[in-house]
């Protein structure tokens, strides 16, 4: 099993950054992919970003070049750096991991909640005006 915890959440004015920090822990081994989603109130959950173990970002339309998803391999460690931040941009994020390498789809922009079997409680992020 594999437990994941978020942190690094907060409220910002828009402009801001914030840091997500995903601690991963139990047997993950050393060969994985993690990403990071968000849900909006009302709307479903997307995808934002993910990153596997060899170090290949993919990221979605709407923050590349804004935010900066990072790994550490040997601490498990999973990072979202978030500059620029938009009102549209606030959400419930959350941390997942799946036992393999990204599929080759994330590089093309597509992600399936389904590839990922572990998920944390997740972390708010609040961007105002």
């Known amino acids: 099993q594999v437990q994941l915890a978020e942190s690094g959440g907060g409220s910002v004015q828009a402009g801001g950054s914030l840091n997500l920090t995903c601690a991963a822990s139990?047997?993950?081994?050393?060969?994985?992919?993690m990403g990071w989603f968000r849900q909006a109130p009302g709307k479903g959950r997307e995808a934002v970003a993910s990153?596997?173990?060899?170090?290949?970002?993919n990221y979605a339309d709407s923050v590349q070049g804004r935010f900066t998803i990072s790994v550490d391999t040997a601490k498990n460690l999973l990072y979202l750096q978030m500059n620029s931040l938009k009102l549209e941009d606030t959400a419930m994020y959350y941390c997942?991991?799946?036992?393999?390498?990204?599929?080759?789809?994330?590089?093309?922009?597509?992600?399936?909640?389904?590839?990922?079997?572990?998920w944390g409680q997740g972390t708010q992020v609040t961007v105002s005006s």
């Open positions: 997942a991991a799946e036992l393999f390498l990204c599929p080759a789809m994330h590089a093309l922009g597509r992600w399936r909640e389904n590839d990922f079997p572990y």
């Open positions: 990153i596997d173990t060899d170090g290949s970002p």
């Open positions: 139990g047997e993950i081994g050393t060969s994985y992919c």
